[in-house]
Each structure stands twice: as structure tokens, then as C-alpha cells.
């Protein structure tokens, strides 16, 4: 390489770097403006997240659903800032190429992990519409338990067995939920076999009298004794009880259902009419 094309190389560079240079002299004003619009998004977005909290918790006692939004909020207000510090500093094709980038990872996370996407959008209608909440207890998935924490991704629950299940929102969402401590009253139902050769209207008494004397059966609900059906091969009458008792107390329906097993059983016995 002779000195003459050794100068004119040099030549190249120094006005590339004295361009380059100039240019970013001219930009100074315009980066100061970008850095103090992202720096007052910033705090505004901070500000904003915190009276987003405030406000969210006002209308769901869920924290995980307030920080949900309030973070939502905050990242918009901050991407804000950032797309318009882009556009002062005449960044138009990067703010295109990030849009465009944030499109397609989005697109890309959501076929990634759509269960968890759904089990994520299950539990914010979950948290907003209630059809149950911590304590209730709940039947769905064949399980029924106590519900214990309700989170955006899933719902655990505590059986009567003690164990803890940690059930999918998505799967709690789409599928039937029956939830006991928001209904009321239940009603209990009981057949039994009596043989036709005895009393029938003896044990219907003797039936009515046990189901009137249970303390937990609600007095001003329907308490019925009917005879359903003859069973002619075996030569028995077919006879249904029914009464309805407090779901809101703990394990009234299962204690009442057994003592009206025992007693029937035991006072029929005695009568001979079973």
C-alpha cells in the first residue's frame, strides 16, 4: 500500500467518524428532550401503577388480580415513553421493528403456552365473577373440599380427607361447580324396602315420628314419607324419606343422613316391620 492510498483510507475514516460526529451534535438537543420524556414516564408510570393498585383493590379483594392491572398499567406508560423518546430521536423504523417484534414473540408465547394463557384468563373471571371463594366449600373435577387459595393459574382446596388438590383454573372454569356453602338448605333422600306383610301405615308413623323429633331438620320444609313402589318378586314395598337440613353447618348432612339410616333401620326392626 503506497502513501497515497494510505492517505485517502484515512481520509475516509476521519470524515466518516467527523460526519457521525456532527450528526450526534445535532441530536444532543433531541436526546435530552427523549432522556426527560422517559424519564417523566417512568415516574408517571410508577405513579400511575400505584393508584391503579389502590383503585383495583376497591373492586377485588384478590391482590394477585391489583397487581395484575396495576403492573398492566405500568408497563404501558412505560412502553409509551420509550416509543415516543424513539420518535424524537427520528427512531421511526426502530419503534416499527420493535412493534412488529413484540407481535410476533406475542403471537409465538401464546401457541407456546396457551394452557397456561387459559388458566390464566380462567382465573381473572374466577376472581371477578365469584362462584366461589376462600372457605367455600365446593365440589368440581370429582373432587369436594374446602377451597383454600385461589390464584390466577389454579385453585387449591382441601378435601375431607386432608388432602391438599391444586385443580387448573381452566379446568375449574369450564366444568360444573357445585358450591355448598352458598346454597342454603339441601335435601336429604332415603329409600328403604318394607315387606308387604307388614303394617305399612305403622312404619309410615313410625317414620314421620324419627324425622319430626331430628333437631336439625328444618321444621318449615317439606318432610315427606312416600311409598314409591312394590317390588313384587321379592314382596316388599318400596318407600322413599325425605326432609331437607342446613348445608351452612358443618357435616349436618352427612351426621343427619346417618342417624336417619340407624334410627329407621333400628325402630323398624323393632317393630318387626323390616
Not at 34 to 46: E, Q, S, T
Not at 186 to 201: D, H, K, Q, T, Y
Not at 212 to 223: E, F, H, N, S, T
Request: aromatic share 10%.
Amino acid at each position: 500500500m503506497d502513501t497515497n492510498q494510505a492517505t485517502a483510507y484515512g481520509s475516509l475514516i476521519f470524515n466518516k467518524l467527523h460526519n457521525w460526529l456532527v450528526a450526534l451534535i445535532k441530536m444532543l438537543p433531541n436526546m435530552a428532550v427523549a432522556i426527560i420524556i422517559f424519564i417523566v414516564f417512568f415516574f408517571l408510570a410508577k405513579f400511575i401503577r400505584k393508584i391503579t393498585y389502590k383503585f383495583s383493590t376497591r373492586l377485588s379483594e384478590a391482590p394477585a388480580i391489583s397487581n395484575l392491572v396495576a403492573s398492566i398499567m405500568y408497563l404501558i406508560f412505560l412502553m409509551m415513553g420509550l416509543f415516543i423518546a424513539l420518535n424524537v430521536l427520528q427512531l421511526d423504523k426502530a419503534v416499527t421493528s420493535l412493534l412488529a417484534g413484540a407481535g410476533i414473540i406475542g403471537l409465538a408465547l401464546g401457541f407456546a403456552f396457551q394452557d397456561l394463557t387459559a388458566n390464566f384468563i380462567s382465573g381473572i373471571f374466577i376472581t371477578f365473577k365469584k362462584p366461589f371463594e376462600v372457605g367455600h366449600v365446593i365440589e368440581t373435577n370429582g373432587f369436594s373440599g374446602t377451597v383454600e387459595e385461589i390464584e390466577l393459574r389454579s385453585t387449591t382446596m382441601v378435601t375431607e380427607d386432608g388432602l391438599r388438590v391444586i385443580i387448573p383454573n381452566k379446568d375449574v372454569f369450564q366444568k360444573p361447580i357445585i358450591n355448598h356453602s352458598l346454597t342454603p338448605l339441601r335435601r336429604i333422600v332415603l329409600n328403604f324396602v318394607i315387606p308387604l306383610s307388614a303394617s305399612l301405615g305403622e312404619a309410615e308413623k313410625i317414620m314421620t315420628d324419627i324425622v319430626l323429633k331430628m333437631k336439625d331438620v328444618q321444621p318449615d320444609r317439606p318432610k315427606t314419607i312416600w311409598f314409591t313402589g312394590i317390588d313384587g318378586v321379592n314382596n316388599k314395598a318400596q318407600v322413599r324419606l325425605s326432609c331437607w337440613v342446613d348445608s351452612a353447618k358443618p357435616d349436618v348432612y352427612e351426621r343427619v343422613t346417618h342417624d336417619l339410616i340407624v334410627q329407621v333401620t333400628s325402630a323398624l326392626k323393632g317393630a318387626s316391620l323390616m
